[in-house]
């Protein structure tokens, strides 16, 4: 079936550092994603989102990237702080049917040293 | 952003009792949830769509008898894990739509169930 997939699975930065977490999404009708960050024991906390008619969006600290043409969506996070670590998980739509369901990557997990 | 709590946080049952689980938008009214599945070092699996005031649509391959769910108002939703065996032992969290957009979904803390 349509699946969203992540990468790299673990992904270690030095504090300070940028970060770029990818995302390969297969169904081609999805014209929503979103990046939430989960930490350990927590519920997923919403982080960015962006509409499949956009390329780029940007928030405080991150951007989202779109490339529709290969299927691919990034996470940049820039001055990466401790506070970062946790998983990242890219979501996607089911474009076709309008149900707000949301289909999750296999996640990645973010370590920064200090 | 909108807030979506849920109840308990953490809860361990003996094997064969039920659990029962409540998620509610704290500042919105939410016609739709959702409830997800996540085991550890996984990602989320969407268990069913709770919908006020219908029944409830199951995603294939989770038992609709197993997970009761329920959605009689606008600001609530159950999840109720019946005669729980310790394969039920996971991490559960619901999710709601956030109403002006109709699409960004904000999720409860999630409830940790052990079963014995």
């Known amino acids: 079936g349509e699946s969203v997939g992540l990468h790299l699975p673990t992904l270690s930065v030095q504090e300070g550092d940028n970060s770029i977490i990818n995302c390969a999404y297969s169904n081609s009708a999805s014209d929503y994603f979103i990046w939430y960050k989960q930490e350990s024991g927590k519920g997923p906390q919403f982080i960015i989102d962006?509409?499949?008619?956009?390329d780029k969006r940007q928030g405080q600290r991150v951007t989202v990237l779109l490339n529709k043409t290969v299927k691919h969506l990034s996470l940049q996070i820039a001055a990466t702080q401790p506070g970062d670590s946790a998983v990242y998980f890219c979501?996607?739509?089911?474009?076709?049917?309008?149900?707000?369901?949301?289909?999750f990557g296999q996640g990645t997990t973010l370590q920064v040293k200090p | 952003g909108a807030v979506v709590s849920q109840h308990p946080s953490r809860v361990i049952c003996k094997s064969g009792t039920s659990v029962k689980i409540e998620c509610r938008s704290l500042?919105?009214?939410?016609?739709?949830m959702f409830w997800y599945r996540q085991f550890p070092k996984q990602s989320l699996m969407l268990m069913a769509t709770?919908?006020?005031?219908?029944?409830?649509?199951?995603e294939q391959g989770v038992e609709k008898d197993k997970f009761l769910i329920n959605h009689a108002s606008l600001t609530l939703s159950t999840l109720t894990v019946t005669s729980a065996h310790p394969e039920d032992s996971s991490f559960y969290i619901c999710?709601?739509?956030?109403?002006?957009?109709?699409?960004?979904?904000?999720f409860g803390s999630g409830t940790q169930l052990s079963v014995l």
């Open positions: 979501a996607e739509n089911d474009g076709s049917s309008n149900t707000g369901k949301l289909i």
């Open positions: 709770s919908n006020e005031g219908s029944k409830a649509t199951y």
């Open positions: 999710s709601a739509i956030e109403p002006v957009t109709n699409e960004k979904l904000f």
């Open positions: 500042d919105f009214q939410a016609t739709t």
């Open positions: 962006i509409r499949s008619n956009m």
